[in-house]
């Protein structure tokens, strides 16, 4: 089989173990850091249990979303075989910039949840850190977990 047709038959799977991995690692962080939220000591079991259900289905959309939008503006038809470094940094990207704003929007504008004293924040945007650490975080353990190879050491790549 060439190598092209090879890496075609690849990237099915890669998006299919992304999303999976995602899921469980988002479903870990969102049960870990509970306690950085308000709903820790307000919320019952009940709603603790939804927001982290709502929650985790909400991420492994917006991940799958950012890898799909990433490999379309930067995806090489042998992904992921090659390029992966561009595809994770954009993913990244994508994935840090809706967690910004949606954190704005939830906790500033909305008021749909609210930080406990426990969560540390960005200055000025007042993001909280755990939030923004899991999109760098999960999405980079996803998608090593997907291709099989650290994303940032794109060795395809530098072998061309």
């Keep these: 089989m060439s190598a092209e047709l090879e890496s075609t038959t690849e990237w ?17 962080w969102e049960v870990v850091q509970l306690p950085l ?14 927001a982290v259900i709502h929650c985790t289905v909400g991420d492994a959309m917006i ?6 939008a990433a490999l379309s503006v930067l995806g090489r038809p ?16 994508l994935g840090v910039g809706y ?10 504008v909305r008021g749909s949840w609210a930080y406990s ?3 540390p924040t960005l200055p000025v945007l007042g993001t909280g850190l755990a939030p923004l650490f899991q999109w760098i975080i999960v999405p980079t353990l996803a998608m090593w977990i997907a ?7 794109d060795q395809s790549a530098a072998a061309t």
């Design 117 to 119: 004293d426990l969560m």
């Design 63 to 68: 991940a799958g979303l950012s890898l799909l």
């Design 12 to 28: 099915p799977l890669a998006l299919r173990w992304y999303i999976s991995a995602s899921l469980a690692v988002h479903l870990a």
């Design 99 to 108: 967690t910004i704003y949606s954190e704005w929007l939830n906790v500033s």
């Design 78 to 93: 042998t992904w992921p075989a090659s390029g992966s470094r561009p595809v994770w940094l954009l993913t990244l990207l």
């Design 147 to 153: 291709i099989g190879q650290t994303p940032w050491s």
């Design 37 to 50: 939220y308000t709903l820790w000591t307000k919320g019952t079991l009940r709603e603790q249990s939804f």
